[in-house]
């Protein structure tokens, strides 16, 4: 099993910035595709973007590209949401998450954080 916690979210003005960390214990994240999904009151949890085990391939929701950036840092066994240009739209709980196969479909994942929230005010 692996254990994810994220943290980094925060309250920010519209147009500004934030780096959502994903931190993992238990399993390397090498083994994992990795996800972050997003979910505002009320609405479905919605894929934002993944980072795909072995060749790292990278993946957005429509909404998010050019703005979010995935990455993983292997040494640190941490996945980033990198995100810029901020939208009052983009507030949610974010939540990262493990699975084995690419995938934008929450159950294509297997393991959850417990999210943290971002919220962009106008």
Do not use: H
């Not at 993992?24 to 994240?29: E, F, H, K, Q, V």
């Not at 810029?84 to 084995?100: F, H, K, N, V």
């Amino acid at each position: 099993q692996v254990q994810l916690v994220e943290s980094g979210g925060g309250l920010v003005q519209a147009g500004d910035s934030l780096r959502l960390s994903c931190a993992a214990s238990g399993r390397t994240l090498r083994m994992y595709t990795m996800g972050w999904f997003r979910q505002a009151p009320g609405n479905e949890r919605d894929f934002v973007a993944f980072i795909g085990r072995g060749d790292g391939i990278t993946y957005y929701e429509d909404s998010v590209k050019g703005r979010f950036t995935i990455s993983m840092d292997n040494g640190k066994n941490t996945v980033y949401l990198q995100m810029s240009s901020l939208r009052p739209e983009d507030t949610a709980t974010y939540y990262c998450a493990a699975g084995t196969y690419l995938g934008r479909n929450p159950l294509a994942y297997s393991y959850w954080g417990q999210g943290t929230q971002v919220t962009v005010s106008s």
